[in-house]
């Protein structure tokens, strides 16, 4: 079970990283629409006496960034249907536990991704960060035990 809470905490945060990286790429391509115009000088012509102005869209640019974004939103897709697929898992998991305490526990801290002095806070005025997290390594200790 170690295993599958240790995973489930890494999807999680890998499923943030790519919504990042999709603002980001969102990000890009409205710059890129917004101030899209490129303008160049180039010389050619007569020896290279003559100099010529260009301007245009880069369209390339903004293909590469609607793909990478496609991309990206393809990977996000798979990844929320595993994390929807072990959020069952972990639940039904925690759903058998004799022990309130930890159900809340690992629930504020691992599906609800709350930091260790928010779950702390939560859990009531006899809990502190440190010892939140150390019931929580006992307990999977615990339980990497039973299930040797």
């Not at 058998?96 to 260790?116: N, P, Q």
Request: proline share 1%; net charge neutral; with cysteine.
């Amino acid at each position: 079970m170690k295993h599958i809470l240790r995973q489930y905490r890494d999807l999680i945060e890998e499923r943030d990283e790519i919504q990042n990286r999709i603002s980001r790429i969102n990000r890009a391509l409205d710059r890129l629409n917004r101030d899209g115009i490129v303008k160049d000088a180039v010389k050619g012509g007569l020896g290279n006496m003559q100099t010529y102005h260009i301007e245009g869209f880069p369209t390339s640019k903004e293909d590469e960034l609607k793909h990478n974004l496609n991309k990206q939103r393809s990977i996000l897709a798979v990844r929320e249907s595993d994390i929807s697929d072990l959020t069952n898992e972990v639940e039904k998991w925690l759903n058998g536990l004799d022990d309130s305490r930890m159900r809340r526990l690992i629930t504020k801290r691992l599906i609800e991704g709350k930091a260790w002095n928010t779950v702390a806070a939560e859990m009531g005025d006899k809990y502190t960060e440190d010892g939140c997290r150390m019931l929580f390594n006992r307990f999977i200790k615990e339980v990497d035990k039973d299930e040797e």
